[in-house]
């Protein structure tokens, strides 16, 4: 089945450590995303990719990095200088939906936590 | 002042009823989506629209461009139902998507 699929599903960043969150996606999707989610607030856009080795900050970039050497992957590392990285992370690839237009897909999520 | 406002909030219902969640935006857009989150977080897209109405089983959507104005109504509501509904804005200036804030429904048997 075609999909996204995020790993791992709950996530403990020690103090001053940096974590990475993986996206996997087989839809054939050039367009990436990655989204923050924080309890009342809607998702806030991190960083996305058009294409292959070509990224953007979003909203709220600062202590986050991406790479995107492939395009099933989209890797994202929470660093050290991010002072509040707890929130629920959502990885998006978008392509055409069924009936036209560009759709965005989902996956399940990375719940990250700070000990 | 959000760019995406979503009405109401929060929302319980007994089965059966007939729910609506509202969506109004303050900019131009050339899609309107409808997500549905449930709890564990998992997102799934429920209709995309550029104009008129779309339905799908119980669920029902609808996009007036000239007022910015979107609906999302689900007919004979069932508790598995319960989850949070998103409205989100495809910008044409910016190429992003622009979240509301969700709106929780829980519709109890």
């Known amino acids: 089945d075609g999909g996204i699929t995020q790993s791992p599903k709950y996530l403990f960043r020690k103090e001053g450590q940096n974590v990475t969150l993986s996206c996997e996606q087989n839809?054939?999707?050039?367009?990436m995303y990655w989204y923050r989610q924080d309890p009342g607030q809607g998702l806030r856009l991190i960083y996305y990719s058009q294409i292959v080795n070509d990224f953007q900050k979003g909203d709220i970039a600062e202590g986050y990095s991406v790479s995107r050497e492939k395009k099933e992957s989209f890797p994202l590392t929470v660093t050290s200088a991010q002072k509040n990285p707890t929130a629920f992370y959502l990885c998006?690839?978008?392509?055409?939906?069924?009936?036209?237009?560009?759709?965005?897909?989902f996956g399940a999520g990375t719940r990250l936590s700070v000990l | 002042k959000n760019e995406v406002e979503q009405s109401p909030q929060n929302l319980t219902a007994q089965e059966g009823e007939f729910i609506t969640i509202n969506c109004s935006y303050s900019v131009g857009i050339s899609a309107l989506h409808w997500l549905q989150q449930h709890p564990g977080g998992g997102i799934v897209s429920l209709f995309m629209l550029s104009s008129g109405k779309k339905k799908h089983g119980r669920l029902i959507a609808t996009i007036n461009i000239q007022e910015k104005h979107s609906s999302l109504h689900i007919t004979a509501s069932h508790p598995r139902d319960s989850a949070v509904y998103i409205c989100?804005?495809?910008?044409?200036?910016?190429?992003?998507?622009?979240f509301g804030t969700g709106t929780r429904l829980q519709v109890f048997p």
């Open positions: 839809l054939n999707h050039d367009a």
């Open positions: 989100a804005v495809f910008s044409y200036n910016t190429d992003k998507l622009i």
């Open positions: 998006a690839s978008s392509g055409p939906g069924v009936q036209g237009g560009n759709i965005q897909y």
